[in-house]
C-alpha cells in the first residue's frame, strides 16, 4: 500500500485524490490519509503530490504512518474531489516534524 505522511500536514493539496482509481483518500482537518485495504498500489497518486507526501510503506520507519492511515481512514470521511489548498499551504511545505507541531 501506499501511506500519506507528515509532509501533507497543512499542505492538503488535494491533487492526489483526483487520480486514484478507487478512491481511497480521506480526509481529516489537517491532513489526507489512504485507506491501506482499499488501495491497490498503483502508485499514480505519488507523483501528484506537490509536498511529495505520499511513499509505498516498503519504504524505512513508516509503520507509524501505516497505523495513522489505517486508523483515521476507518473515521474520516471519504475526499474524491481536490479542493482549495489552505491558503497558507505553501508556507508550511517542507516544513520539519509538523506531526509534533500541529497534529492532535
Ligand atoms: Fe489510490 Fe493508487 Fe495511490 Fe493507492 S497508490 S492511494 S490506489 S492512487
Ligand atoms: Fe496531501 Fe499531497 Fe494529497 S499534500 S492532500 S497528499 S496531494
Known amino acids: 500500500t ?4 507528515d509532509d501533507c500536514i497543512k499542505c492538503k493539496y488535494t491533487d492526489c485524490v483526483e487520480v486514484c ?13 489512504i485507506n491501506p485495504s482499499e488501495c491497490i498500489d ?10 511529495e507526501a505520499i511513499l509505498p ?22 475526499i474524491t474531489q481536490s479542493k482549495e ?6 508556507e508550511h511545505k517542507g516544513e520539519e516534524d509538523k506531526f509534533d507541531k500541529y497534529f492532535s
Do not use: H, R
Open 2 to 5: 501506499y501511506v500519506v505522511t
Open 21 to 33: 482509481p478507487v478512491d481511497c483518500f480521506y480526509e481529516g482537518e489537517n491532513m489526507l490519509v
Open 42 to 51: 498503483c502508485g499514480v497518486c505519488e507523483p501528484e503530490c506537490p509536498a
Open 57 to 78: 510503506d516498503t519504504e524505512d520507519n513508516l509503520e507509524k504512518w501505516l497505523e495513522l492511515n489505517t486508523k483515521f481512514s476507518a473515521e474520516w470521511p471519504n
Open 85 to 90: 489548498p489552505p491558503a497558507d499551504a505553501d
